[in-house]
């Protein structure tokens, strides 16, 4: 049987045109800029792009920009897979942005603290904590941090700084003052009157930057502030002396978070990506690039981050809080610091 040259050009441009297609099948991320942006874009993309015949399309930008971005996109969704903190992952799951999560064998290698839900999935802990500068704790004969109490000490008035409450850093030390002052997520009163009368009046500033932060230490205007481990790593990675402490109490648990986005026209690459960041090995590159301590328990990390990160037995002493419970009530709290603590 022969075919006119115009079926077999036709044909195979229908053939060419599918191949194309396939070829130009675009995963779009949203994800934090910086050190992480950087680490995707150089360390796991590619491999990830070669491994499933696709290319990715990453969008920086911090949680908040993230979630707005969702909000404002509904009704056509330019995100397949977005990365946030896990305070807004579960708004962003409430909202009805994240899809279902596909059952895989990785996922269960993951802690069950990172199991946030059915839809989205903890791909890193950071710990929040005390920073502190340990050239000056020495100097003055200080032992180092230890409760989230210290934050009264006298001896801290001017040289401590606490993120506010529009940073996870500064609701958690909110929640954990009113834990150890007898309230909680739902009796929010007794951590308002200790931020206000014996955290505050040691505060030089509420610093919501992490830039900002880092210069308040290296220029010696600050000894102290509660931080993230990864944020502490970053810091003693330029050689300052900086060093992070786990409160007795426990330091509260901030994840990395992942979740396919519905209505996504790559849903099975989307699953598969966030598969991918699980990976053990992955995992590992997180951790040394932002210090994101591993959520795969078959990660194993060298000894100086281990040292430093949440990680192996330090998960279990990882403090959760209720997003549940503080996600509806952040708007009006948010509205009180500013009136009681930051006045």
């Given at each position: 049987?022969?075919?006119?040259?115009?079926?077999?050009?036709?044909?195979?441009?229908?053939?060419?045109?599918?191949?194309?297609?396939?070829?130009?099948?675009?995963?779009?991320?949203?994800?934090?800029?910086?050190s992480f942006e950087t680490l995707l874009k150089e360390l796991v993309i590619p491999q990830f792009e070669k491994e499933h015949d696709v290319t990715i399309s990453f969008?920086?930008?911090?949680?908040?920009?993230?979630?707005?971005?969702?909000?404002?996109?509904?009704?056509?969704?330019?995100?397949?897979?977005?990365?946030?903190?896990?305070?807004?992952?579960?708004?962003?799951?409430?909202?009805?942005?994240?899809?279902?999560?596909?059952?895989s064998e990785i996922k269960n290698d993951v802690y069950d603290i990172a199991r946030l839900g059915d839809n989205s999935i903890g791909l890193g802990f950071v710990a929040t904590g005390f920073t502190y500068n340990t050239e000056w704790f020495e100097r003055?004969?200080?032992?180092?941090?230890?409760?989230?109490?210290?934050?009264?000490?006298?001896?801290?008035?001017?040289?401590?700084?606490?993120?506010?409450i529009s940073n996870t850093y500064g609701l958690h030390t909110l929640v954990m003052m009113a834990r150890l002052n007898g309230g909680g997520e739902n009796d929010i009163d007794p951590g308002f009157t200790a931020m206000t009368e014996e955290v505050a009046p040691n505060v030089l500033v509420?610093?919501?930057?992490?830039?900002?932060?880092?210069?308040l230490?290296?220029?010696?205007?600050?000894?102290?502030?509660?931080?993230?481990?990864?944020?502490?790593?970053s810091l003693a990675d330029t050689g300052f002396p900086?060093?992070?402490?786990?409160?007795?109490?426990?330091?509260?648990?901030?994840?990395?978070?992942a979740c396919p986005v519905v209505d996504s026209d790559a849903p099975e690459e989307a699953q598969a990506f966030i598969d991918y960041l699980l990976d053990p090995e992955v995992q590992v590159k997180l951790a040394d690039a932002i210090g994101a301590g591993p959520t795969n328990k078959n990660a194993e990390l060298p000894e100086n981050l281990a040292a430093s990160l949440p990680y192996g037995d330090k998960i279990a002493d990882l403090v959760a809080v209720d997003w549940d419970v503080i996600n509806p009530l952040r708007e009006e709290w948010t509205k009180r610091w500013a009136r009681e603590v930051e006045r």
């Open positions: 049987m022969k075919y006119s040259s115009i079926a077999l050009t036709a044909a195979f441009g229908v053939a060419m045109t599918g191949a194309a297609f396939a070829q130009d099948k675009t995963l779009t991320v949203g994800g934090y800029g910086g969008v920086p930008g911090n949680s908040t920009e993230n979630l707005a971005r969702l909000q404002a996109q509904r009704s056509s969704q330019e995100l397949d897979v977005v990365i946030l903190d896990d305070g807004p992952m579960y708004q962003a799951d409430a909202l009805g942005f994240c899809a279902p999560l596909e059952d003055e004969g200080w032992e180092p941090p230890s409760s989230w109490k210290d934050l009264t000490d006298p001896k801290f008035e001017g040289i401590l700084s606490v993120p506010p509420f610093e919501p930057s992490s830039g900002k932060m880092s210069e230490f290296q220029s010696e205007e600050i000894a102290l502030s509660i931080w993230g481990s990864g944020r502490t790593k900086a060093a992070f402490a786990y409160p007795d109490e426990g330091a509260v648990a901030l994840m990395i978070a």
